[in-house]
T-cell receptor, first 113, second 110 residues
Framework: DVKVTQSSRYLVKRTGEKVFLECVQDMDHENMFWYRQDPGLGLRLIYFSYDVKMKEKGDIPEGYSVSREKKERFSLILESASTNQTSMYLC????????????FGPGTRLTVL | GESVGLHLPTLSVQEGDNSIINCAYSNSASDYFIWYKQESGKGPQFIIDIRSNMDKRQGQRVTVLLNKTVKHLSLQIAATQPGDSAVYFCAETSFQKLVFGTGTRLLVSP
């Protein structure tokens, strides 16, 4: 059974804090993605990675960075959290061999006070 | 710019009815479409997909229809059950990235 896990389901942080969101997949997938999900806006792509140590900006990368040191792990970093980064964060992975389907984790609901 | 959207934000049906969720897309170059289901507190889950060279694809109780002439995608759920209550997203593949619609909430009444 395929599985994408995220380190926290709920997280509360203060403005200016550095925040790490971790994502791990056990499917040996090459591609991994970070999205944020906001009411009325759907899922928006923040960053993605095609392979270890590779990263590409998505549609809304400002205020975020990522790290992919190991194939199974993709981290999203908020260098200095702001209230407008309060959102649901979803991680996904995909097999790199021409596949299209992405498998999603359960999400992390981040609140920045 | 390119966009993927849904006609209705909320759809309410009775248990046993058939449900139809619609989606409009604007990128005529998209060659692959997916429907996802997202239950409360969970991440999106794959339901069914369709390639642009097809008009229809059927799964278990679900059917996806693609009309490329009017750039319209629909998801039909037969004999809707309370467990089908969720938010449904369509997504299109554009340059190997998925572009998602904003979602339609399906409410199923017993």
């Amino acid at each position: 059974d395929v599985k994408v896990t995220q380190s926290s389901r709920y997280l509360v942080k203060r403005t200016g804090e550095k925040v790490f969101l971790e994502c791990v997949q056990d499917m040996d997938h090459e591609n991994m993605f970070w999205y944020r999900q906001d009411p009325g806006l759907g899922l928006r792509l923040i960053y993605f990675s095609y392979d270890v140590k590779m990263k590409e900006k998505g549609d809304i990368p400002e205020g975020y960075s990522v790290s992919r040191e190991k194939k199974e792990r993709f981290s999203l970093i908020l260098e200095s959290a702001s209230t407008n980064q309060t959102s649901m964060y979803l991680c996904a992975s995909r097999d790199g061999q021409g596949a299209n389907e992405q498998f999603f984790g359960p999400g992390t609901r981040l609140t920045v006070l | 710019g390119e966009s993927v959207g849904l006609h209705l934000p909320t759809l309410s049906v009775q248990e046993g009815d058939n449900s139809i969720i619609n989606c409009a897309y604007s990128n005529s170059a998209s060659d692959y479409f997916i429907w996802y289901k997202q239950e409360s507190g969970k991440g999106p889950q794959f339901i069914i997909d369709i390639r642009s060279n097809m008009d229809k694809r059927q799964g278990q109780r679900v059917t996806v229809l693609l009309n490329k002439t009017v750039k319209h995608l629909s998801l039909q759920i037969a004999a809707t059950q309370p467990g089908d209550s969720a938010v449904y997203f369509c997504a299109e593949t554009s340059f190997q990235k998925l572009v998602f619609g904003t979602g339609t909430r399906l409410l199923v009444s017993p």
